[in-house]
């Protein structure tokens, strides 16, 4: 049941009107109906990781109060790396132990020894490396007093299994969302046209760009050998408008359902080409994931090297973002294209620039800028290029590619390739890229764009969008973080 | 040694680091209101809090601090 999906828009349907006519306002009912919407909505994709879900959420449910009611310090640490370690460890068992055996086997393979060992049939739970980031945040935050142990046990299993945000993300911390359970909610009207509109400018993203630029990039990423460089280049330019619309999409969507439910999820992008380096990408690509990042690992972790100063500083960073990278899956591209965004720190690190605050453009970029954005943008899609490759032999031909294959093909003789549906593919992109620019004070260009003009001509606006969505419609894809 | 006194101390430090000779941090002062104070200097002022009063501090407690008050905290205990 993806979120733009048929089946999901019935369900939510039925859900919002029991959620705010058959609860009576009461707000226990209200999370008691979260909590089995959510459930409802995880069996209905994986009925048997669903007691995985539970045994997490219970586990560390317990842990939480333990954690707030120990006194003795030791006593407290073994139960906070109780938390933490098993929810490593169970990403590391469902995600990972393949990788290590294929990759422990390859080793041998090397040397010319073959291992005689099998793989594992391991199913990857749904949705796993985003919940158990929730709950190891939330052991580390009761331990460091950032937030009471949650004592509604309900409160606490429908922030884990929140459905807007299971399968994707956006990653709330414990310490913002459960609060909002606890408090009364109210239908608010401005608040659900907001989510309304975010929903919109969503799937417009998912559906329109996304799945569209999809359907090129799937052919070229295979096709790669027999292709020249100018279209190695476009493979890589469409996959990164991909990947952005495609995650941020998701994104939105799930915001503005939680927003129609009167729940404010943390914002995940926030514009993430219109920056002036790498490091101020990070800070508006993915942000509830690098913030996590950003507090539990990179921070300990400079604190710890601090006595060997910048180079302690890039240790950190470099290890931060191979856990990024790996955190996406078990496949060295992962972690290759972590590698890859550590090192673009270096520079900035040596030259203190990682944290600068940047001015914010006005109205229109100056040279120097534009020239940033455009740097920035093309380290960007250089290492997407690694992170979309099915392995890292297949990256390093792709980006030989690029430099090498210096021929002419004609487009019309490729038969996945129609030059006019991608001429109106490049045209909406632009389009949409503009209308972000625009946008870009808000968290949704919606909230935005025409809304100092007539109505008719903001709902005209809106209706273009609705019918693009249904006549423009791409090879329906599954969301790409959905795998992760 | 007085608390502000350590306070008075800090701020000098803190205007080498930054290099910004208008600092002026009181105890509610946080990273919000220096310019140049990001993650990356709150390290090397970090470093140079411990070189200068010869101390060190355990990593939970540097990630404890809310504001330049907590930390004058941590160092006025560690001196007395």
């Known amino acids: 049941m993806e979120l733009n999906s048929l089946g999901f828009l019935f369900f939510f349907v039925a859900f919002f009107i029991l959620y705010w006519f058959g609860t009576g306002g009461r707000i226990k009912l209200q999370n008691i109906l979260l909590l089995a919407g959510s459930y409802l909505f995880y069996a209905v994709w994986d009925w048997k990781c669903l007691f995985l879900l539970i045994a997490s959420s219970a586990i560390n449910y317990f842990l939480g109060i333990e954690i707030g009611k120990t006194e003795n310090e030791k006593k407290r640490q073994v139960l906070v790396w109780f938390g933490v370690l098993y929810g490593i460890l169970s990403l590391v068992y469902f995600k990972y132990t393949n990788f290590f055996i294929t990759s422990f086997i390859d080793a041998f393979a090397f040397f010319e020894i073959s291992l005689n060992i099998h793989t ?51 990653i709330d911390k414990a310490r913002t969302f459960v609060p909002q359970l606890e408090k009364k909610r109210e239908f608010d009207y ?113 604190i710890k090297f601090r006595d060997y100063d910048k180079w302690g500083i890039i240790l950190a960073s470099i290890i931060n973002f191979v856990i990024v990278g790996a955190w996406h899956g078990a496949n060295w591209t992962f972690v290759l294209f972590g590698f890859l965004h550590g090192c673009y720190f270096i520079p900035l690190i040596l030259r203190g620039r990682m944290n600068k605050k940047i001015p914010k453009i006005e109205k229109l970029p100056n040279g120097k800028e534009l020239r940033n954005m455009v740097a920035t943008f093309l380290l960007i899609m250089f290492t997407n290029v690694v992170f979309r490759a099915d392995s890292v032999s297949h990256a390093f031909s792709y980006l030989a590619g690029i430099l090498t294959q210096h021929f002419v093909v004609n487009v019309a003789d490729i038969e996945y390739l129609s030059l006019i549906k991608l001429s109106i593919l490049l045209v909406i992109i632009l389009v949409f890229f503009m209308l972000e620019w625009k946008g870009r004070a808000k968290e949704c260009p919606l909230y935005v764009i025409l809304q100092n003009r007539s109505r008719y001509l903001r709902w005209a606006f809106y209706y273009v969008l609705i019918v693009m969505i249904f006549l423009y419609v791409g090879e329906e894809q599954e969301f790409i973080y959905a795998q992760f | 040694m007085e608390r502000s006194q350590v306070l008075e101390e800090v701020n000098e430090i803190f205007k080498d680091i930054l290099d910004n000779d208008e600092i002026n941090l009181t105890d509610t002062s946080t990273a919000d209101d220096v310019e140049e104070w990001d993650s990356l200097t709150h390290i090397q002022l970090v470093v140079a809090v411990e070189k200068h009063f010869d101390i060190r501090f355990k990593s939970k407690e540097i990630q404890s601090w809310n504001n330049v008050g907590e930390m004058i905290n941590s160092i006025t205990e560690k001196i007395q």
């Open chain 1, 120 to 170: 594992l049939k391991i199913i990857l739970p749904l949705g796993i490396s985003f919940y158990t980031f929730r709950t190891i945040s939330y052991i580390l935050d009761v331990d460091k007093g950032k937030i009471e142990p949650v004592t509604n046990w309900i409160n606490f299993f429908a922030y884990v299994a929140f459905f807007p945000c299971i399968i994707a993300g956006p």
């Open chain 1, 190 to 302: 401005s608040m659900s046209v907001n989510g309304l509109k975010q929903i919109l400018w969503g799937l417009f993203k998912k559906v329109v760009v996304a799945d569209n630029c999809a359907e090129i990039t799937n052919h070229l990423f295979a096709d790669y050998a027999n292709l020249p460089s100018y279209l190695l280049l476009l493979g890589a330019f469409l996959y990164t408008v991909q990947l952005y619309t495609d995650f941020s999409g998701y994104s939105d969507m799930a915001i503005g359902i939680a927003k129609l439910l009167g729940i404010n999820v943390t914002i995940n992008f926030n514009y993430p080409f219109f920056v002036q380096n790498v490091a101020h990408y990070w800070r508006n690509w993915h942000m509830s994931l690098t913030s996590w990042l950003t507090e539990y690992v990179f921070t300990p972790l400079s």
